[in-house]
């Protein structure tokens, strides 16, 4: 089986002639509400928001969207894919998600991401630093996890017999999950019994990534199943074939927009694992975008589910609240989703 998932981005909307920019966000938002809503009714296992600051994205603060949405749906998973720890305190971060647990009534999802280089560097924190506090960070949020009592004593946190409120989960093990680019980083994530999640790259190099996750489980005498992985895929689904690859490409055009400056982005991505290379990083691929009607969509969505191992399927069916993005969805709920969840994935 294949647990199918929106990826919500939340682009910033353009204000139609003669509306205020407030009014455009106001109503983008309650677009994208109506359309969670119907995500729910629809089969969908659940939804992850997207954090981004300062330029295209409408959701800085993507635990505020959880909250909200949280209140209006019983079963849909809600999550962040994922939170950007280095713009955090740990301690903080732990404090939002315990609660967002108990206000989902233990449907959250937990993810942690390192960041965008761009991002960072528009509040002077370069990529080297911000790795270095968030491997740290993780540790203490690992923590944290599992006690609302932590000590620690790093570099950039010092923490004696702190405790939290909440501090507990409503769920006994809340899922856990970590966006990854590179086979490194997939096995630091092995060894924390962290979920991971790739996107951009061809199949031939999210299995890589996938295998070297998979190969260091193996080495801890752990599981690492299709449960454990997920894909983050552009679709373009339309009844009129031509008309899903034209949004295709404009989806691609918009994503170059969004990694434009992105120092990691490179040409090609190398096939030797994690090479210790000046400028290695991720590329961007055409397996990322996925286009075509309902039945192509579910036949390119299966087969590369079932060539790197993945599980789940992070959707990204456009990138604003539209009448389009409205039908794409209902598109894929009625139609692909029924065969994602029949698909036998090894």
């Given at each position: 089986m294949i647990k199918p998932w929106i990826f919500e981005f939340m682009q910033a909307p353009v204000p139609r002639e003669g509306e205020a920019p407030s009014g455009a966000v106001t109503a983008a938002y309650n677009e994208a509400f109506g359309?969670?809503?119907?995500?729910?009714?629809?089969?969908?296992?659940?939804?992850?928001?997207?954090?981004?600051?300062?330029?295209?994205?409408?959701?800085?603060?993507?635990?505020?969207?959880?909250?909200?949405?949280s209140r209006h749906t019983t079963r849909l998973r809600l999550g962040t894919m994922g939170v950007v720890v280095p713009f955090?305190?740990?301690?903080?971060?732990?404090?939002?998600?315990?609660?967002?647990?108990?206000?989902?009534?233990?449907?959250?999802?937990?993810?942690?991401?390192?960041?965008?280089?761009?991002?960072?560097?528009?509040?002077?924190?370069g990529m080297a630093e911000a790795r270095e506090r968030f491997n740290e960070a993780l540790d203490i949020l690992d923590a944290l996890i599992e006690t609302?009592?932590?000590?620690?004593?790093?570099?950039?946190?010092k923490?004696?017999?702190?405790?939290?409120?909440?501090?507990?989960?409503?769920?006994?093990?809340?899922?856990?999950?970590?966006?990854?680019?590179?086979?490194?980083?997939?096995?630091?994530s092995a060894q924390r019994r962290s979920k991971i999640c790739t996107a951009f790259e061809s199949v031939a190099r999210v299995t890589e990534i996938f295998d070297a996750y998979r190969t260091e489980c193996e080495r801890l005498?752990?599981?690492?199943?299709?449960d454990q992985l997920g894909i983050r895929r552009n679709?373009?689904?339309?009844?009129?074939?031509?008309?899903?690859?034209?949004?295709?490409?404009?989806?691609?055009?918009?994503?170059?927009?969004v990694v434009a400056g992105d120092p990691r982005v490179?040409?090609?991505?190398?096939?030797?694992?994690?090479?210790?290379?000046?400028?290695?990083?991720?590329?961007l691929h055409d397996d990322d975008y996925i286009a075509g009607t309902p039945a192509q969509v579910a036949e390119q969505v299966i087969e590369q589910c079932r060539t790197c191992g993945a599980g789940h399927l992070l959707a990204m069916l456009g990138r604003s609240a539209s009448a389009n993005r409205g039908e794409a969805i209902a598109l894929f709920g009625e139609d692909v989703i029924p065969q994602l969840r029949r698909a036998e994935i090894g």
């Open positions: 359309l969670w809503l119907d995500a729910e009714r629809l089969g969908f296992e659940g939804i992850f928001f997207s954090e981004h600051h300062f330029s295209l994205s409408l959701s800085p603060s993507p635990n505020l969207l959880i909250a909200a949405i955090y305190e740990p301690w903080r971060i732990l404090e939002e998600l315990t609660m967002l647990d108990h206000l989902t009534n233990g449907r959250l999802e937990i993810g942690f991401a390192a960041g965008v280089p761009q991002e960072l560097q528009r509040i002077g924190l609302p009592v932590v000590n620690h004593s790093g570099k950039h946190w923490l004696e017999n702190l405790s939290l409120l909440p501090g507990v989960f409503l769920q006994p093990s809340p899922p856990k999950w970590t966006t990854v680019v590179s086979t490194a980083s997939a096995q630091k005498g752990q599981s690492a199943g299709p679709i373009s689904i339309s009844r009129d074939a031509a008309a899903a690859r034209e949004q295709a490409v404009a989806a691609k055009a918009a994503t170059l927009k490179i040409d090609r991505a190398s096939s030797q694992l994690d090479a210790p290379r000046p400028g290695a990083g991720f590329s």
